[in-house]
């Protein structure tokens, strides 16, 4: 019995994946603009995101009887390179991690040149997804990589909002904030955009490079300031952020001018819509939180295994057979040492370390992982924890709480047998978190 949840888990997930293929996602969207495409003296393809080569190839499939007209660069994961006709898909970061590099800065920068080069009649394709800021590094002048890597990882150690992360680094970039869109010198602008960030805002998916930025030089400061990193921070980021607040450099757009359209063809929400039909044709009840859930991973977690329990012990929303889903992105502070793991990993733990304190854990399965098939600097997507697990916990003499305390949930699911391997799945909409209670 204890298979048929995890298959189902498993399956559940695997809906709310494929509510999200860029291939379809992206040709439904040229055909609705596909007048003005026929009318391009040239269609400039560029952007940045995990779902980039599907996106790309799917570009080129779509327009296969103009590709004499297309030219463009892509920057994607080195993993997910392949040949196309007209498109080159660059490899803007190794596999399992999510930092930018010197191939990445060389993308963007040949990026902003073509958007350059763009005649009045030509037309702009820009592809963007999940882990677009980090796949589309181009440091503004005066600061350097090195110094933008060490800015990011202090921000995610500290467990900073995607939000705040964002805001500090469209404030450093010669791309983002609305900078590629303002580079553009041509007759229209459509980005296709596979949304990664709770509630869709342009500006902050992918970091904005084709979208008007709300967000300041002296914001960004603000943000350094009240995660205690000022004092930690490169010197060159900040003069670069001090000047900028000063006024000695200029602001970021604040907005677009007609010829520029952000569509969202993706995204969480329509995600979590599959996945529930997708419970719901298992038989089980099913109860969507949706995609505004953001926080700390543990808290979030506590949350979660409260609702369970009240379905089983109260039946409140309702009865077993159910299914509670979520989606979202919640965030982990790190300690001073910690090991292994990613937000989905760690999510699973601390919910399993919450249920199956109680003899009414042994009905339930959970499942937590990336929509895009990574979790953390990991090749898991996330962990899936039942029964089965707390025999393998007994049975290794794992202590649970050690492990989380550590932030190493990665190496207690690879001890149980327990990791979610999925590999890329070449789109990202954010996490989906799946808890299946038996009847």
Known sequence: MTDVPRDHARRIWQAAVESARPEPLVQRALAEIATPLRSASRILVMGGGKAGAAMAAAVEHALADQLDRVEGIVNVPAETVRPLKKIRLNAARPAATNFPTAEGVAGSQEMLRLAKSAGPDDIALCLLSGGGSALLPAPADGVTLADKLAVTKLLHQCGATINEMNAVRKHLSAIKGGRLAQAFAGKALYSLIISDVIGDPLDVIASGPTAADPTTFAEALDILERHHLRDRTPTAVIEHLRK????????????????????????????????????????????????????????????????????????????????????????????????????????????????????????????????????????????????????????????????????????????????????????????????????
């Not at 295994?305 to 509670?324: D, H, K, M, T």
């Not at 040492?337 to 109680?358: D, I, T, W, Y």
Request: aromatic content about 6%.
């Open 244 to 439: 900028g607040a000063e006024g000695k450099i200029t602001e970021t757009p604040k907005s677009m001018p007609d010829c520029v359209h952000n569509l969202v063809l993706g995204n969480n929400v329509k995600a979590l819509t599959d996945a529930k039909s997708c419970a719901e044709s298992l038989g089980y009840r099913v109860l969507n939180l949706g995609s505004y859930i953001d926080g700390e991973t543990r808290h979030i977690a506590a949350m979660h295994a409260g609702i369970v329990r009240s379905i089983i012990e109260q039946g409140v929303p309702f009865a077993p057979p159910a299914c509670v889903l979520s989606g979202g992105e919640t965030t982990v502070t790190l300690g001073l040492h910690p090991g292994k793991g990613g937000r989905n990993q760690e999510f699973v733990l601390a919910a399993f370390l919450k249920l199956f304190a109680h003899p009414s854990g042994s009905d339930v399965t959970i499942l937590s992982a990336g929509t895009d098939g990574e979790d953390g600097p990991t090749d898991a997507a996330g962990a899936i924890a039942d029964a089965t697990t707390l025999q393998g916990t007994d049975a290794l003499r794992l202590d649970v709480r050690d492990f989380l305390r550590r932030n190493d949930a990665y190496h207690f699911f690879e001890a149980t047998g327990d990791l979610f391997i999925t590999g890329l799945t070449q789109t990202n909409v954010m996490d989906v978190r799946i808890m299946l209670i038996r009847a």
